[in-house]
């Protein structure tokens, strides 16, 4: 069993700048691969970045690249994204995921899913 926690969304105005945690607890995976999506109300979720197990490779979504940076901690099982110069677009309920392989280039398949975090940008 794997279970993804979110913590870190809120209410911020646009310009400001939030940093989302995902902790990872139970089973274990090696080479996993982590990354983000969201949601926006009435839209389908979408990509927003992901990271390989080493934290050498990552990809983001055009719409977020240069303001939002994704990280990992191994040694605390967590993956990190910090948002900058945000946008009332990007309000969103932010999604953890893990993928138990490595990552080829920039499409993955998620199989374990956190249950949320929103995120909320006033303008």
């Known amino acids: 069993q794997v279970q993804l926690v979110e913590s870190g969304g809120g209410l911020v105005q646009t310009g400001g700048s939030l940093r989302l945690s995902c902790a990872v607890s139970?089973?274990?995976?090696?080479?996993?691969?982590k990354g983000w999506f969201r949601q926006a109300p009435g839209k389908e979720r979408e990509f927003v970045a992901v990271i390989n197990w080493s934290g050498v490779s990552t990809f983001y979504a055009d719409s977020v690249k240069g303001r939002f940076t994704i990280s990992r901690d191994n040694a605390k099982n967590t993956v990190y994204l910090q948002m900058n110069s945000l946008k009332p677009e990007d309000t969103a309920v932010y999604y953890c995921?893990?993928?138990?392989?490595?990552?080829?280039?920039?499409?993955?398949?998620?199989?374990?899913w956190g249950q949320g975090t929103q995120v909320t940008v006033s303008s």
């Open positions: 139970g089973r274990t995976f090696s080479l996993n691969t």
């Open positions: 995921a893990l993928d138990p392989g490595p990552l080829y280039g920039s499409s993955w398949s998620p199989t374990y």
